[in-house]
């Protein structure tokens, strides 16, 4: 099968498309023919070496769909020929196919297509998590999602929405205000304008909000605590940097900085996590936003792209 193979971390250029051996699945495993691949910014956290070191050559990419090949021993929640969606995996999901716990695997509903369902695992799961586990979001309470146009903030307005909060999404871009708009959020503002933070506080009749959902935490987490409710809690699901803050502003509110990563979270807490986004795509609640589809052969260029501002929806590439 053809792989997307990394001899050694780097930039994109170190991304290459090969022949490798098909995968074969031992007891408790499973093998998806991949139709979609979903490419998120971690990936190229990884790829850059990041998050620890790795085992080379390796495959990247943590989320696909597609449809089940071969099961292994005691798999018993899917079958061969069975539509998935890949949260995880163990060979990497930059692939023809791709190896897989049976606990990373999960059904793909009928109305949800491949490119969709490539667009579930990390920002569905992300943005439940730091939604609930983390940030113990609660129906009425107010939410602001900065950066509400990428992966991880469009599925964090739907989710948000659909729980009974009330969403205040940003953008830094037209269309991608509108995509917030279109989603589920009840205000959206222009995190480009010098006072979008007093009309937030317009917004909330001078309350603040209850929770951030904070993607550039580098960039926003010092005006963040500054918009913050008493007892409200800022949840750091992205950074590139150091950042300096004054924590007097959270001892006034009795506020919190939460930091959090799926890369760890308990098992028992990612199966319940799926169980929700699996109801949510089964009820239509749930709809990833795709913005780009490229080929796997572009796999450089995907993570080029999914670094830059202006962030629309989810990038797919297409074995």
């Not at 506020?255 to 959090?260: E, F, K, N, P, T």
């Amino acid at each position: 099968m053809k792989a997307i193979q990394i001899q050694g971390f780097g930039g994109p250029e170190v991304m290459t498309l090969e022949q490798i051996a098909d995968p074969k699945p031992a007891a408790g495993q499973v093998v998806v023919t991949v139709k979609a691949i979903g490419v998120n910014p971690v990936d190229a956290y990884i790829r850059a070496g990041l998050y620890g070191d790795r085992s080379f050559p390796f495959t990247p990419g943590m989320d696909a769909a597609g449809v089940v090949k071969l099961i292994g021993p005691d798999v018993k929640h899917v079958k061969v020929n069975d539509s998935v969606y890949v949260a995880g995996s163990l060979s990497g999901t930059y692939a023809e196919q791709v190896l897989c716990k049976a606990s990373q695997v999960h059904p793909l509903p009928e109305k949800v297509s491949f490119e969709q369902g490539a667009g579930i695992g990390v920002p569905y799961s992300t943005a439940y998590f730091a939604l609930f586990n983390r940030g113990h979001a609660m129906p009425g309470e107010i939410v602001l999602i900065h950066g509400a146009s990428g992966g991880v903030g469009s599925a964090a307005v739907q989710i948000a929405r659909s729980r009974g909060l009330v969403v205040i999404g940003t953008g830094g871009t037209e269309k991608g205000r509108k995509l917030v708009k279109d989603e589920g959020a009840h205000h959206v503002l222009d995190h480009h304008a010098p006072d979008y933070l007093d009309q937030l506080m317009k917004l909330t009749e001078g309350q603040g909000v209850d929770i951030i959902l904070e993607m550039l935490a580098n960039v926003n987490l010092g005006k963040d605590l500054k918009v913050l409710a008493p007892r409200g809690r800022v949840v750091v699901v992205g950074s590139r940097g150091p950042v300096e803050i004054d924590p007097r502003e959270t001892m006034g509110r009795n506020a919190d900085i939460r930091g959090m990563s799926m890369l760890y979270a308990t098992e028992a807490e990612v199966s319940a996590v799926h169980a929700a986004l699996v109801a949510g795509l089964e009820n239509g609640n749930l709809r990833p936003v795709i913005g780009q589809k490229m080929s796997l052969a572009e796999a450089a260029r995907a993570h080029q792209t999914i670094m830059e501002p202006g962030a629309y929806g989810k990038i797919i590439l297409v074995p």
